[in-house]
């Protein structure tokens, strides 16, 4: 299912909620009529059995995404959610009959779909309540947990009397909200206006911030729970816990060693001290500690850089010209490129081979001096060009060898930003990140990818893209600062890059590429909110992107489609040309735009980078044909790029090199046949 095969294609692949956690959007409709199949719970109870031995079977505790959740995440399910939640009922009955024999003390049911505005739309209400009043009558105690925002005003009163022994709610999520603009999670307000039945059920206080990897020096969990225990929640009613799951946080500080530098000591937390908060937080006592919390604030706020203000301020002086490109896309783009119709490329990145992995390794040890590594790093890039013009790809790359992970390298340049040794987090089955702490003011400290351009252009006489991660995701991958808005740390970000965009400019780069793939995954939960974050989101990429001359194309990517209702952001974006995952999509993202106003150049992926199948060339034509007949990117094929869904860095050189000749083939195909 993730893989893919000839015959059937690879399941789509999208963004947890509002986290960087890769899933699989699961295709109930796959079988019209019968329930799923019984689920393989094997793992699942092997891995539960493995923590009962290591815990005592008191302590370990399953968890698994509720039956809700499950049924929305499925795409384009033509059932309406309480028919769709009903075919999954079985499964998770068989589940609880297994649990039920083996002592658990309770379920886990992860539910982030309470939390997202869906909640309050006909028919979820019904699918909650019917869900967990068949789910209850299974004699396991169930927690119901919802995590990455507050519940909406609607929704609350309904969902703290689902059935279940515990609802654990995030008391910190970011991006949620009460709608009416302050943007800040409003559960303790809830409980405030509308009570909490603690005699039904126990309440899961979520008051240590798992999305954040700073440790909570002002004193929040203790302050959240004291005013729990205020409203008269009695101690054994409550359950510290976490806001979200640990699963988004690097594992241990202590990993770090003699890497963690003076400044950051004792000031991050990641998921081991955030246990400690958590066992710390649930010995606060109810009237104490006041003094010691509010003691806290003031040392917390004296850690506040007072300079980020001043560089927002800066900023703003650029004034509105700073945030437009010189010349509207009608008159600009006749200065820029012009190939031919359907021009091919690629998003960036070619295999990342073992010998390209150690190669970084190697310079990091010190067993590699810089101007060997360069060098190496050079016969890759030439390797890698030759290969590019040897197919006949029209507009080439580097091919990204130096780079590890797209924000790493860009983390690793600029100022304000710090790196752990192993802070690892999970992104896709084994495949984990190290993502940058944002730990001051974002400063470009010189130029960051002008010396691989340069490289490539040298090697060519084609035109070479410059290759460049945009501001949000920059911001959306890292773990950002607690003292200063998202908006302001993007805004920093499109200034650094900014100056970026210029440095490659200056080096007779005449085509950029900044990717924001992660654009979607920082919406908010909550729709309301969804205008406020574009609208950030677009001024940092436009801040970044307006300086280059009108003669330069700029381009940009985007991951995981799903792009239909943000659509007005992505053309307030004003790239020259959008190329867009699309192949795992259904086309949705071509209809939509074919039923907009977007007329700029266009390059929806025509195969998916995702599995190693290569994609004949009829396949691709059929492809390209489709776009054609669609009316994409004004009907003109000359504005219709041709290129693979996203960068081919886990791809193997065989199936890379099959593919993309298969590509070329049919992009020339499709030109002769015009
Ligand atoms: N330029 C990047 C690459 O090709 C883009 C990756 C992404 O969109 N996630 O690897
Ligand atoms: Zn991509």
Redesign the pocket.
Known sequence: MARGAPSAPALDMSKFFSTNYHCLIPEPEAAPGAPPAAPELGPLLDRLERGQRALGAEAAVPMVVGPVTFALLARSSPLPPPEAVARLLPAYRRLLRELAQRRVPELQLHEPALATSQAAEPGVRDAFEAAYAELAKAGVPLNLVVPYADLDEQVYPWAVRLPVATLTLDFLGGGAGDCAGTGANRTLELITAHGFPHAERRLGAGVVDGRSVWADRDGTAASLLRALLHLGIPPSRLAVTSSVSLQHLPYDTALEGSHMPARLEGRLAFAVQKLDEIVAAAATPPNGGVAAAAGGQQAAAAEVDGSAAAAVAALRALGPAAYARSLPFGERRGLQLQTHAFPTT????FPQTLEVRRLRQKLKAGTLSRAEYEAAVSGHIAHCVGIQEGLGIDVL?HG?AE?TD?VEYFGEKLGGMWFSAAGWVQSYGSRCVRPPVIEGDIAWQGPMTTWEYKVAQSFTSRPVKG?L?GPVTILNWSFPRKDVSREAQAAQLAAALRAEVAALEAEGCRII?V?E?ALREGLPLKRCLWAPYLAWAVDAFRLATAVAAPGTQVVT???YSDFEDILPAIDAMDADVLTIENARSGDAMIKALVGSSYGRDVGPGVYDVHSPEVPSVEFIRSRIRMFMASGVAGGRADRVWVNPD????TRGWAETLASLRNMVEAAAAERAAL
């Not at 996203?646 to 860095?649: A, E, R």
């Open positions: 690629t998003i960036g990145s790359v990204e780079r797209m290759m991660t590429q990717d793939p990517h985007l991951c996203c960068g081919l860095k």
